[in-house]
């Protein structure tokens, strides 16, 4: 179980931190739905590393993104973050909106990332399979196009209600629109910031999982990543989409744990 | 009272199986549907219908923008206005508006309006629309998180750029200018009224009152539906402790005026028809991406007209007893419509009356009935309304004299 804190860097800005495990550390970046304290897939990774999972800029306050411009800004706020945290050299595990960020983190500043996983990452884009616009659809029919085993997703939501108590279905979609209207910041109308051009820069080593049945990320995007970081290794998860790591949560931290350990 | 008449300029030859051959009659529907001689039919007749509104003695004339849709047929309402201001005379040139956040610089729709207004002698209404999400951040790919800053900032330049005798330098977020000198200058001092189209963001209210901007609240669903619209809007006045003068507030409402409730279900049932259940046909999806409607109006309840359209089931499959009984569309004998009016009027308290007399399909010739029956039957009887308050939302330099157009045989 994470617990999360409130920090403030000491150029003013407040952060939301959560953490939890022992072992290795690993920054987890999370992806379109924020952070539980009771996630299953970090539970999976806590048994054997010290997770560490900030909360992205605007998930908890839109305001937060008012002086975070672009892209570039948003990985001076993290390095300023991983500063704070004394965190160099390190692992990036990142999911979905979180991997587009570890990618750019990891190429804006080579040194942070040792190791880089990136889940169903975001941040290109391929004229002959455009990424889905999961914008151009009502919020609760978001949440079901990412998931391709419905059954993992009805098993998560008992979780999390059985840890934090029946969900208050107005202010549940007022958490997805905000966690959404934060990622259209950097990643609206084509996720296409400039990434590709980054990827040769990133020094680490280099994981990629996709979701073969991925319906927002089409699974052909590990062809554009591995062009750009020809190194990283790369995996496509048969029976899964883009929540890959709740849907085959402990096959995904397997994968991930040992390419750390490797 | 003010009355207006807004056109909205629909595609008037959508197939009969539109809805269920195309998801959306906005942002993805297919241009092929388009056929550039109906479009040349079409703005020929709607150009004649709002130039024969003014000569029936309506006080404004209202166009506004939109993108890549069938619903209405204006990516540049700039373009339509500037063709009636050579052929009215007295209605005002109510623009509803130009959506600020599209235009880089914004500078852009200070220049245009500011033509406007010389061309048409002063009697320009400047509207400046968020824009609706398929107009902006579908069609022209604006972000909806930062769509609405940018509008601030720009209807915030505008401003400046008309009130400012001197260049100056803009260093906003959105925009950056070293030379701010925009040319030609309106005739109206400091500058034209300004017009807020909203659809029920909370926020808004409290930008037109703080601002001295009208409020024109733009329901496709009547009265009934847009009272808590109106009664935050008047809230929020009340908060600020102005004065509740009810030309601060716009209303928009459908009309469909005859000799009898019969006579007006024969004639107009099957264009509300065809706008009810084609023109506003959205995707739910381009009706409400994330960051388009702020947390605190998602708090608030109020559900914008455009994500309220794409509930399909409360719009689609309507009959016209139904669009009565709700108060989409006020129908009957110009006594009835008086009344209702009058209610309405009272309800919401509005001074400014938008009316839609023509909507779908409505040919010309019906429209122009509708239009002369509730110009006058309808406007002498409520034109007294109102009369204590000032209107201070309303041109007031508009020039004695307006220029003619030179007939053309004497110009050579």
Redesign the interface.
């Known amino acids: 179980m994470l617990t999360g804190e409130n920090i403030k860097l000491k150029n003013g800005r407040a952060w939301r931190v959560y953490s939890g495990g022992t072992g290795p550390t690993l920054l987890w970046l999370h992806g379109l739905g924020g952070i539980a304290a009771s996630d299953p897939f970090l539970a999976a990774l806590e048994r054997n590393h010290r997770v560490i999972a900030p909360l992205a800029p605007?998930f908890s306050d839109?305001a937060e993104?008012?002086e975070i411009?672009n892209i570039h800004e948003l990985a001076l706020d993290y390095d300023d973050l991983l500063d704070h945290l004394g965190l160099e050299g390190t692992a990036i595990v990142g999911h979905s909106f979180g991997a587009m960020i570890a990618a750019e983190i990891a190429a804006h500043f080579p040194r942070r990332a040792k190791k880089l996983a990136l889940l169903n990452p975001v941040g290109l884009w391929n004229d002959a399979y455009p990424v889905t616009d999961i914008?151009?659809?009502?919020?609760l029919?978001i949440e079901s196009m990412l998931w391709h085993d419905k059954e993992a997703r009805d098993a998560l939501a008992a979780r999390r209600s059985n840890a934090e108590g029946p969900p208050n279905e107005a202010e549940r979609?007022?958490a997805?629109?905000?966690?959404?209207?934060?990622?259209?910041?950097f990643t609206?109308?084509i996720p296409d910031k400039g990434l590709k051009k980054r990827l040769p820069r990133i020094a680490a080593s280099v994981l990629t999982l996709f979701g073969a049945e991925d319906s927002f990320i089409p699974a052909r995007y590990a062809e554009d990543f591995a062009k750009g970081l020809p190194h990283a290794k790369t995996l496509t998860i048969k029976g899964t989409g883009h929540m890959l790591p709740y849907e085959k949560t402990e096959e995904v931290a397997a994968l991930v744990e040992k390419f750390l350990a490797s | 009272m003010k009355f207006h008449w807004f056109h909205l300029m629909p595609y008037p030859e959508l197939p009969e199986t539109f809805k269920d051959d195309h998801r959306s009659v906005w942002v993805d529907v297919p241009s092929s549907l388009f056929d550039p001689k109906v479009g040349h039919r079409a703005y020929n007749d709607y150009l004649d219908e709002l130039e024969y509104a003014d000569s029936v003695g309506f006080d404004g004339i209202c166009v506004n923008e939109h993108h890549q849709n069938a619903y209405g047929l204006m990516p540049s309402p700039n373009l339509i206005a500037a063709a009636l201001a050579r052929r009215t005379k007295n209605a005002k040139l109510v623009v509803m508006g130009n959506s600020v956040a599209l235009y880089d610089p914004p500078t852009r729709v200070a220049e245009e309006m500011a033509m406007l207004d010389c061309m048409s002698g002063g009697r320009l209404v400047a509207g400046f629309p968020v824009g609706t999400p398929m107009d902006t951040v579908f069609a022209y790919g604006k972000s909806p998180a930062t769509l609405r800053e940018k509008y601030y900032e720009g209807v915030k330049l505008i401003l400046r750029a008309w009130e400012e005798p001197e260049p100056f330098a803009f260093n906003g977020k959105h925009t950056q200018l070293r030379y701010v000198n925009v040319w030609p200058r309106p005739i109206q001092k400091p500058h034209p009224p300004v017009w807020i189209p909203g659809g029920g963001s909370v926020e808004t209210w409290d930008w037109c009152v703080d601002n001295e901007f009208l409020y024109a609240n733009l329901s496709y669903f009547g009265y009934i539906a847009g009272q808590k619209v109106n009664d935050g809007f008047w809230a929020t006045v009340d908060k600020a402790g102005k004065e509740r003068n009810p030309y601060r507030c716009g209303f928009l409402q459908f009309i469909a005026c005859a000799e009898n409730d019969a006579e007006a279900e024969r004639l107009y049932s099957e264009a509300a028809t065809y706008f009810y259940s084609r023109c506003l046909h959205v995707y739910p999806g381009f009706g409400n991406p994330p960051g388009y409607t702020s947390i605190p109006t998602m708090r608030a309840g109020i559900e914008s007209m455009v994500a309220r359209s794409t509930r399909r089931q409360d719009v689609e499959n309507l009959t016209w007893k139904e669009m009565i009984d709700r108060g989409y569309v006020v129908a009957g004998s110009p006594e009835s419509i008086v009344q209702q009016l009058d209610h309405l009027t009272d309800k919401m308290h509005v001074g400014h009356l938008m009316v839609l007399c023509q909507y779908g399909n409505m040919s010309k010739e019906t429209t122009l009935y509708n239009t002369t029956r509730f110009a006058k039957e309808v406007i002498p009887k409520l034109r007294h309304k109102f009369s204590e308050y000032e209107d201070k939302w309303w041109p007031k330099d508009t020039l004695d004299s307006i220029a003619e157009p030179a007939p053309l045989a004497t110009i050579v």
Do not use: H, M, R, S
């Open positions: 605007g839109l993104l008012d411009g914008f151009a659809e009502p919020y029919q979609i007022i997805i629109a905000q966690g959404l209207t934060a990622v259209t910041k609206w109308p």
